[in-house]
């Protein structure tokens, strides 16, 4: 059974950094793109940044200059780092991967980690 593992949220000062991390595990074939997303309360998911396996990059212009999103294949791991960071940035963080696997079925699925909480606060 594939799983996407965060690690890194907490609670942090303004104008200080965090790295998220992000690995999967499992029946995995190949990964293709890596993402974060966000959600803060009463607010939808949206996209922080994602990587494609050719590492290709882009983010959610609220972000852009202050986060960095890379991967590292061999590890199945995709990461966040955040600086400067902002109250607004408070929200929990997703994992979110599109990964070729062999079970249920030999197919690409969509993956989603179980969250970690990013809080930005004096």
């Known amino acids: 059974q594939v799983q996407l593992a965060e690690s890194g949220g907490g609670l942090v000062q303004p104008g200080g950094s965090l790295r998220l991390s992000c690995a999967a595990s499992g029946s995995i074939v190949s990964i293709g793109t890596m993402g974060w997303y966000r959600q803060a309360p009463g607010k939808q998911r949206e996209l922080v940044a994602r990587?494609?396996?050719?590492?290709?990059?882009d983010y959610a212009r609220s972000v852009e200059g202050r986060f960095t999103i890379s991967r590292e294949n061999f590890k199945n791991t995709v990461y966040l780092q955040m600086n400067s960071l902002k109250p607004e940035d408070t929200a929990v963080y997703y994992c979110?991967?599109?990964?070729?696997?062999?079970?249920?079925?030999?197919?690409?699925?969509?993956?989603w980690g179980q969250g970690t909480q990013v809080t930005v606060s004096s």
């Open positions: 990587i494609t396996s050719g590492d290709n990059a």
């Open positions: 979110n991967a599109n990964l070729y696997v062999t079970f249920p079925t030999t197919a690409w699925y969509d993956y």
